[in-house]
């Protein structure tokens, strides 16, 4: 099972960016899948971003345009640039090991800590 760590959360102003990174227990490499969820207060975790081995990328419709998924194998990181940050960003972001079951993304194996990011003036 694949352990991930995630950082770089942060508060930040409305329109203000951040990158976040996620480093994994292994290989980055033989990680097929990979993705970014985000959990507000209340809310259901959702998957905001996914990224396949072969650089495929997949995003949810609030983060389009304005978020960037992307692996860097050669120090092992995953990260997650959020440009034009709103409000409703706001949330507890999660890095995650993902599967496609019928071109749906699923989580597998545990959850990290989590990083927190806050978009507030």
């Known amino acids: 099972q694949v352990h991930l760590v995630e950082s770089g959360g942060g508060l930040v102003q409305p329109g203000g960016s951040l990158r976040l990174s996620c480093v994994p227990s292994?290989?980055?490499?033989?990680?097929?899948?990979m993705g970014w969820y985000r959990q507000a207060p209340g809310k259901q975790r959702e998957l905001v971003a996914a990224?396949?081995?072969?650089?495929?990328?997949r995003y949810a419709d609030s983060v389009k345009g304005r978020f960037a998924i992307s692996r860097d194998n050669a120090n092992n990181v995953m990260y997650l640039q959020m440009n034009s940050l709103r409000p409703e960003d706001t949330a507890t972001y999660f890095c995650s090991d993902l599967r496609n079951v019928n071109s749906e993304y699923e989580h597998i194996g545990s959850w990290g800590q989590g990083t927190q990011v806050t978009v507030s003036s």
């Open positions: 990224h396949t081995r072969s650089g495929v990328t």
């Open positions: 292994t290989n980055i490499d033989d990680l097929t899948y």
